[in-house]
């Protein structure tokens, strides 16, 4: 019985291994299709820290990342990679100035020993142009100095600034004066079988934007990762040709999970006796090598590279230009070997040919624009700069706590890493994902991914629905989570963008559990009295809920004696519950299902107690136990977005959508036949006067206006603050536009009275649905069209009307501050940043830089503006 059990197991173990032999080789098999999907920053994240602390921005900082290999993935500059992250390029440059090779993008690191004075931030200048979903065509450039790259002055400047002081940025080096390259990098697929079969074209145009002849070594680098499951050795790039007149150099890249990719590097300006390729091993500490061999003063310096053979490889190319001239460098990654060399002609059709593809369609994606507006024009470009932003945005991505936690202790590290994963050993990330900005936020935030997907489902909607779907998925979702649950908003927008029922029914029990748990774990009962007033109260207990420092107290550190429940939290649930009804009802729920919301929503709507009637506003709770042991409670009286929030959470419905449903309709209160919301008409409308005063006559929304609403949006504290500060607890808070004044979160961002898109998008919506499914009111619709015209003013300039051209392309743009690079050589659209928030005064750019992520809502202002405000 024995040996039958197991010969039938030996024979199950065949058959896996057999199986598994048989997928490996179709992977093989299949082409390699490359996209934007390398990080811009893989040093100083948890991924790779080893550290004893946990600190890890001082375990792998950026100059310890060119020679320390990584452990989870691989970062590089404009680069890309297979959607495993194994085979990877990307380019590296040098002036001949610096101490070495520019393969990655340079900033201040954040952590309790930040260097920067607001946390990290990089310090580059970079611009994502054009991306099409597919990947076929991908544009960026890099602004690379002809003097050497400032590292130390960056450094010791912020070093030198506190949080109170503003950020010292490479704008304000002058290190452009002196002239720079512009570099102008360019993906191409060949699609459609006429030039290699999935080959992707990489291009390099260098333009010297100097007064005198200057030179660049431009390194196009292929590179397979370390991180493969179990630690295996990498496998090898090999030459296959040398450089030669004739033919130019090849180099075939094996994989065992990958079929062969083979390297072309054209040999233009390659020297005849300069280094060619040059190898390394990636692997180890020698993975700098052959940048510390390009910059090395003397030949005795240069390390010992290898000869044909390694997991990393770079081929030199020399540019010396005249002051405006420009020059190409090209690299063809391909399935098959070459048998002779592709002309340059061959790989310029076809980069042109996948530009003009990826135009046309963003030009179909842009046809609400109204016929004044070219497809060229400023709001055209923000919009496709916005959604390619996206597309560029896209990363992968690995986290697996307890294996990461199980191959440290077999490396010997048993306690190097004092990181207790409970509560995240569900967590097996090994996927593309939405990164809100590839740099400064190189990891997924729940919320972030809600808002992304939003937009991306514009575009490239089987992405954002299979985003969604993952954060809700085993793999990822927790019951320990505590941002927003912004999902179900997110779930029904890009519902609604797609009409895809099967999506609704798959992600609508995600949302349903995710809700529940909301319920089960964060609604706590009233430490204070027990009357009857207080019989139908529901609150929702402290906790980090996305807007960092929003109130006086960290709400995530609530001292011992206090208790705080959050109008914000509230809001989100309640919304959570309308846009599952939603889905619910478009998903083909029974009437059973349906009243289960229905009755939530009722039980939510009683127990609500965050409005204060004397002051027309809701605000936080906040319980706090005195000397005597009595708990006594108080509304937390700051002017915030935590009580403009309640207005968010309304939803028009069309009723008759659920004709024949009579358990449905028993449970409507005939009241609320078209809206329902969390506050009631009166309660809606007084919070709203607070935000925009609903009088006859223009709102004055001047620069010395006091309130919520300024020149460039609605600021996320009210400008009343800056004159009647509020202390709690200690801590005190003050109306700040700009960047955070404040060490809390780590100073990196602030929401104590700049712009945020995403919360400026969300009042627009409730607008809009108050007027369509209450009592219409032109004054709401003139809000909308207000803070629309307003947001995209910080992108576009001032606005001079909605019916034609704005903003010359001379004109500043309120996003760039003061530098005045911006204001000049980098003026048109294509060189504008999306940073992660607004200056509430100024429309100056804070915080990260390239966060498209959920400032490409810029989009839904513009669609919001032109598709509905002024088309009716």
């Keep these: 019985m024995k040996r039958q059990y197991q010969a039938k197991a030996t024979k199950q173990k065949q058959q896996q291994q057999n199986l598994e032999a048989t997928e490996a080789k179709q992977l093989r098999q299949a082409p390699v299709e490359f996209g934007p999907y390398l990080s811009d920053r893989q040093w100083a994240t948890i991924r790779e820290d080893l550290s004893a602390d946990g600190s890890c921005w001082e375990f792998c900082d950026f100059h310890r990342s060119h020679r320390d290999p990584y452990l989870a993935g691989e970062d590089g500059l404009l680069g890309i990679c297979d959607s495993g992250c194994r085979l990877c390029f990307a380019w590296g440059f040098w002036n001949g100035k610096d101490a070495f090779v520019k393969e990655k993008l340079f900033g201040l690191t954040g952590g309790v020993r930040a260097q920067g004075n607001h946390g990290e931030d990089v310090k580059e200048a970079y611009f994502y142009q054009l991306n099409s979903p597919s990947h076929d065509y991908m544009r960026a450039k890099y602004i690379y100095p002809v003097e050497a790259f400032p590292y130390d002055r960056l450094l010791a400047e912020n070093a030198k600034r506190s949080v109170r002081d503003d950020e010292f940025e490479i704008y304000d080096t002058g290190v452009f004066d002196k002239g720079y390259w512009e570099i102008c990098v360019e993906y191409a697929r060949d699609d459609d079988g006429s030039g290699g079969g999935g080959d992707t074209v990489c291009v390099m145009t260098a333009k010297n934007c100097s007064d005198s002849e200057s030179t660049l070594h431009a390194l196009p680098t292929v590179w397979f990762s370390r991180h493969q499951e179990g630690g295996q050795r990498p496998a090898e790039t090999h030459r296959v040709t040398g450089a030669n007149k004739s033919f130019p150099p090849t180099v075939e890249c094996r994989h065992p999970e990958l079929p062969t990719v083979f390297a072309q590097f054209s040999n233009e300006f390659m020297a005849a006796d300069g280094p060619g390729i040059l190898f390394t091993r990636n692997e180890t500490e020698e993975k700098n090598a052959i940048s510390r061999y390009l910059t090395a003063a003397r030949a005795q310096d240069r390390p010992r590279l290898p000869r044909d053979a390694g997991s990393k490889c770079s ?339 069309d009723w008759s959508d659920l004709a024949g449903r009579e358990a449905v309709a028993d449970a409507i209160d005939s009241g609320s036949r078209c809206l329902v919301s969390l506050l009631n008409s009166r309660q809606w409308v007084k919070v709203f006067e607070r935000l925009f005063p609903l009088r006859e006559g223009p709102a004055d929304c001047s620069d010395a206006d006091e309130g919520f609403l300024g020149p460039y949006g609605v600021r996320m504290v009210s400008r009343w603050h800056r004159k009647h500060p509020v202390t709690l607890a200690q801590s005190t808070l003050n109306y700040e536009p700009g960047e955070s004044r404040t060490g809390m979160y780590g100073g990196n961002s602030n929401w104590r009275g700049p712009v945020w898109l995403c919360m400026n998008y969300l009042l627009v919506q409730a607008a809009l649905r108050v007027h369509k499914g209450g009592r219409p009111d032109p004054r709401l619709r003139r809000f909308a069209r207000q803070v629309c015209e307003r947001v995209l003013s910080i992108f576009v300039g001032k606005h001079d009307g909605v019916d034609g051209q704005t903003a010359a392309t001379n004109r500043r743009r309120p996003l760039h501050g003061e530098a005045k690079e911006f204001a000049s050589q980098w003026r048109g659209a294509e060189f504008a940043l999306f940073y992660e928030y607004f200056h509430g005064d100024t429309g100056r750019g804070c915080g990260a830089s390239h966060q498209t992520g959920w400032t490409a809502l810029v989009v839904k202002f513009a669609q919001t503006l032109h598709k509905r405000l002024v088309a009716e």
Excluded at 518 to 531: F, K, N
Excluded at 551 to 571: E, F, H, K, L, T
């Design 315 to 653: 081929s030199v190319h020399q540019l010396t230009l005249a002051p405006g001239a420009a020059a190409s460098v090209c690299v063809r990654l391909s399935n098959r070997p070459q048998s002779r060399p592709v002309p340059l002609l061959v790989t310029n059709e076809l980069v042109a040919r996948q530009r003009a593809k990826t135009e046309a369609f963003y030009a179909k994606v842009l046809d609400w624009l109204p016929e004044s507006y070219h497809p060229s024009s400023d709001l055209a470009e923000i919009c496709r700069l916005a959604y390619s932003g996206l597309l560029w945005s896209k990363q992968y991505y690995e986290y697996r706590p307890t294996r990461y936690l199980k191959c440290r202790e077999a490396a010997g590290i048993r306690n190097a890493f004092r990181w207790n994963p409970h509560g995240w050993e569900h967590l097996d990330n090994a996927d593309i994902l939405s990164m809100p900005d590839k740099w400064e936020f190189p990891w997924y935030a729940s919320w972030d991914t809600g808002f992304q997907a939003a937009v991306l489902a514009d575009v490239d909607p089987d992405f954002a629905k299979a985003q969604l779907e993952l954060m809700l998925s085993d793999r990822y979702m927790s019951p320990e989570g505590q941002n927003p649950p912004v999902l179900a908003w997110s779930a029904y927008e890009v519902f609604k963008s797609t009409g895809d029922l099967d999506f609704a029914r798959r992600i609508y029990p995600r949302l349903k559990l995710n809700f529940a748990w909301w319920l089960r774990h964060r609604r706590v009962a009233s430490q204070c009295s027990a009357d009857d007033s207080e019989s139908d109260a529901v609150y929702f207990k402290s906790g980090f809920l996305g807007m960092d420092n929003i109130c006086a107290i960290d709400r995530s550190r609530v001292p011992d004696n206090c208790r705080i429940y959050q109008a914000d939290a509230y809001a989100w649930v309640f919304a959570t519950g309308l846009h599952c009804l939603r889905l619910a009802a478009a998903a083909g729920q029974s009437d059973s299902e349906l009243c289960y919301w229905l009755d939530w929503l009722a039980r939510l709507q009683r127990g609500f107690r965050h409005f204060d009637d004397a002051e027309g506003f809701c605000f936080d709770i906040l319980e706090e136990r005195g000397a005597d042991g009595v708990w006594r409670r108080t509304h937390v009286r700051i002017l915030s977005m935590v009580g403009l929030m309640p207005l968010t959470a309304v939803m028009d419905f």
